[in-house]
């Protein structure tokens, strides 16, 4: 199965970056579908950001502008948070989809936003 490694949470300021990333290993079939998600305490998941393999992009209304999501050729995925704000605290997940289809997630990594 797909094994996924996340990195780069942590605590920052508002207005600070951060960058998240996600390694995947161990897949049976080819990723064809790679996404974040956030989750904050006492709410429902949501779709952050995702990507295909022709690097067509979505992103959830509240954080276009400055969040940004790619891939690059050894099949790592980014999140490059830009003006953080409170509101982005949340664990952040990583998702992606193999041919089969088969869903795998990441453990998450806590995001913090705070003075």
């Known amino acids: 199965q797909v094994q996924l490694v996340e990195s780069g949470g942590g605590l920052v300021q508002p207005g600070g970056s951060l960058r998240l990333s996600c390694a995947a290993s161990?897949?049976?079939?080819?990723?064809?579908?790679m996404a974040w998600y956030r989750q904050a305490p006492g709410k429902q998941r949501e779709l952050v950001a995702d990507i295909n393999l022709s690097d067509s992009t979505n992103y959830l209304d509240s954080v276009k502008g400055r969040f940004t999501i790619s891939r690059d050729s050894t099949e790592k995925i980014y999140l490059q948070m830009n003006n953080l704000k409170p509101e982005d605290t949340a664990v952040y997940y990583c998702k992606v989809v193999q041919y089969g289809p088969v869903e795998n997630w990441g453990q998450g990594t806590q995001v913090t936003v705070s003075s």
């Open positions: 161990g897949r049976l079939f080819t990723i064809y579908y």
